[in-house]
C-alpha cells in the first residue's frame, strides 16, 4: 500500500516569496491534515479536512497560508508571502477517519521549508 | 487548553536496558491517546493507539499505558536496541473544542550500542 505522497521534500526561498506544497494521501483516507513541525517541536495541526471539507482551520495563519482540497483527494497547501518564522517542516497525514474515532494517522515524510 | 508534556526531552541509554518515556496532559477529557515514532529527516509512524476507555495497548517490545484521570501515559520499551534510537511523540485528541490532535514535543531516545 502506497504511503502519504508529499513534495517537494525540500524547499529554499527568499521572505516573502511564495511556496506550495502538495500532498497525496492513502488511496480511500477521507480526511487529511496540514501540520507545522518547527525544529524541535511537536507538529502543530494548521488544517484539517474531512473529504473536500473544512473541519478545523483554527491555527491556520489566513492572512498568509491558504490550503484547498479538490475533489476530496489531494490537496495543496501555499503560504503567501513567506517570514522567516515559517521555516519548518510542513507534514501532510491521513487517516480514514477522524483521529476521534480511533483512525491511525499515516503520515509523509514532510517538506521542509528553509525561509532565508 | 490542552496542553501535552513529555519528560525527559532527551534520553541515552545503554543496549538492553528497559526504559520508561512519559507524557501528560492538562485535560482529561480526550478520545484517545497515540504514540508516534519519527525518525531524522522522516515523518512520524504510529506505534500505537489507546481509546480513552482502555487501559493499555501492546505491540511486540512496546507497551503503552493510559491513566486518564492523572493527565498520565508512559511508554515502556522493553531490551532497548540501537534501531529503537529516534524522537518519541505523544499525542492526544480531545473530545471538547474541536477535532485537533494535539502533539507533544518529544523525546529524543539514543540507545548506544
Redesign the interface.
Known amino acids: 500500500e502506497a504511503g ?1 505522497a508529499q513534495s517537494p521534500r525540500y524547499k529554499i526561498i527568499e521572505k516573502r516569496q511564495s511556496v506550495a506544497f502538495w500532498c497525496n494521501p492513502i488511496s480511500g483516507h477521507a480526511t487529511l ?1 496540514w501540520y507545522q513541525q518547527i525544529l ?6 494548521l488544517i ?1 479536512f474531512q473529504n473536500n471539507g473544512v ?2 482551520d ?2 491556520l495563519p489566513k492572512d498568509r497560508f491558504s490550503a484547498e482540497r479538490l475533489k476530496g483527494v489531494d490537496s495543496t497547501l501555499k503560504i503567501q508571502p513567506a517570514k522567516l518564522e515559517d521555516s519548518a517542516v510542513y ?1 501532510c ?1 491521513s487517516s480514514l477517519g ?5 483512525n ?7 517538506s521542509w521549508l528553509t525561509v532565508v | 487548553k490542552q496542553e501535552v508534556t513529555q519528560i525527559p526531552a532527551a534520553l541515552s541509554v545503554p543496549e538492553g536496558e528497559n526504559l520508561v518515556l512519559n507524557c501528560s496532559f492538562t485535560d482529561s477529557a480526550i478520545y484517545n491517546l497515540q504514540w508516534f515514532r519519527q525518525d531524522p529527516g522522516k515523518g512520524l509512524t504510529s506505534l500505537l493507539l489507546i481509546q480513552s476507555s482502555q487501559r493499555e495497548q501492546t505491540s511486540g517490545r512496546l507497551n503503552a499505558s493510559l491513566d486518564k484521570s492523572s493527565g498520565r501515559s508512559t511508554l515502556y520499551i522493553a531490551a532497548s536496541q540501537p534501531g529503537d534510537s529516534a524522537t518519541y511523540l505523544c499525542a492526544v485528541s480531545p473530545n471538547t473544542g474541536g477535532f485537533k490532535t494535539i502533539f507533544g514535543a518529544g523525546t529524543r531516545l539514543f540507545v548506544k550500542a
Open positions: 502519504v491534515y524541535g517541536q511537536g507538529p502543530k495541526l484539517q473541519v478545523d483554527s491555527q507534514l497525514a477522524q483521529s476521534i474515532s480511533g491511525t494517522i499515516y503520515f509523509g515524510e514532510g
